[in-house]
């Protein structure tokens, strides 16, 4: 054999090698976001009750709403009691489901007063969604507002949060043999993104544990399912407007529960998995990275905020003027 006729050899293997990865992928991508809408699991099998953290606004109500609306009773955990009263009536009148309330903040100590509220309810789902960022803008770290206490806050809010939920409902999960926590991650923790640099590390911390803890519990019965959305319409995000690219909180997340099942890691909808994909392509890590990129983003930050801070102004001027 020549060496051109090795070099052909590996040519085609490679070829093909990249061919099959290509196919594989289209169809896990067919399977998680097509097949899903026709064929999804039924999640009453589960258990009776779904406990959703951050459940009063954005992807944590969008969550709750469409838990209740497929048969689960929910526990809604956030901070605002009056907005817990307020969903707890929507659901409740709406999809006629049971819902408990329990009013904690994340930022401080409370597992053990969540502990004693869980306690006898067969919960068959945890939503790990309570999360928090230190800025509405890109921003350097040393930029954050009230460093030494607000740093504390959000490693306890978006990282102690998820091992200490799973760890009071996962004994019982364990128990039955059958269980489903969602773990709420983010685009921005797929690869590092400088000026978002300590909401992105906490981020990555949950894709990395969700990954982990589905690899130990599978076997039991256990499904771990780690969501990283893009940009979802929602506080955070400031209520962008809704279109392909930006999806409302309620369409993503009756997208998402259909991927249960079909996968462990999920961008969450079809429109978030091609963004994905796409800025793989068309954004590198070593240009993500670059000084150059950092400054026009952080540009592109400082020039928002003061288009913003103007429109602030303007309302209230017109406020006083009536």
């Known amino acids: 054999m020549s060496f051109n006729d090795a070099l052909a050899i590996i040519g085609g293997f490679t070829v093909v090698f990249h061919l099959l990865r290509l196919a594989w992928r289209c169809w896990c991508g067919f399977r998680q976001f097509v ?4 064929w999804h699991v039924d999640l009453k099998t589960f258990g009776q009750w779904a ?3 951050g459940a009063t606004a954005g992807i944590g109500k969008a969550y709750a709403c469409e838990l209740a609306q497929r048969g689960m009773d929910v526990v809604l955990v956030s901070r605002s009691d009056d907005k817990l009263q307020m969903i707890a009536k929507e659901i409740e009148d709406q999809y006629g ?7 904690v903040d994340f930022t401080d100590c409370i597992y053990a007063a969540i502990a004693e509220q869980l306690q006898g309810l067969e919960i068959g ?4 969604n309570v999360g928090m960022t230190y800025s509405d803008n890109f921003a350097y770290f040393l930029e954050i507002p009230d460093a030494e206490q607000r740093i ?3 490693i306890n809010c978006n990282m102690l949060s998820v091992p200490q939920m799973t760890r009071l409902v996962l004994p019982g999960m364990v128990e039955r043999g059958k269980g489903l926590i969602i773990n709420i991650s983010s685009e921005v923790a797929v690869r590092p993104q400088p000026l978002l640099s300590l909401y992105c590390a906490t981020k990555i911390f949950v894709t990395y544990f969700s990954q982990c803890l589905h690899a130990e519990y599978k076997s039991k019965g256990i499904i771990v399912q780690c969501v990283a959305p893009f940009m979802v319409s929602t506080n955070m995000t400031k ?3 809704v279109n392909f690219f930006v999806r409302s909180a309620s369409g993503f997340a009756r997208e998402a529960l259909n991927t249960v099942g079909h ?3 999920t961008s969450g909808c079809l429109s978030h998995a091609l963004q994905n994909t796409a800025l793989t392509i068309l954004l590198p890590d070593w240009f993500r990275m670059s000084t150059f990129l950092v400054r026009k983003f952080r540009n592109f930050a400082t020039a928002s905020q003061h288009e913003t801070n103007v429109c602030k102004k303007k309302e209230s001027l017109g406020h006083k003027e009536e």
């Not at 097949?35 to 026709?38: D, R």
Request: net charge positive.
């Open 35 to 38: 097949l899903s809408e026709l």
């Open 51 to 53: 406990v959703v953290t």
């Open 97 to 103: 489901r049971m819902t408990r309330t329990i009013r």
């Open 125 to 128: 789902i945890l939503v790990n």
């Open 152 to 154: 504390t806050q959000i």
């Open 239 to 241: 209520h962008r407007t």
């Open 263 to 265: 996968c462990s890691y």
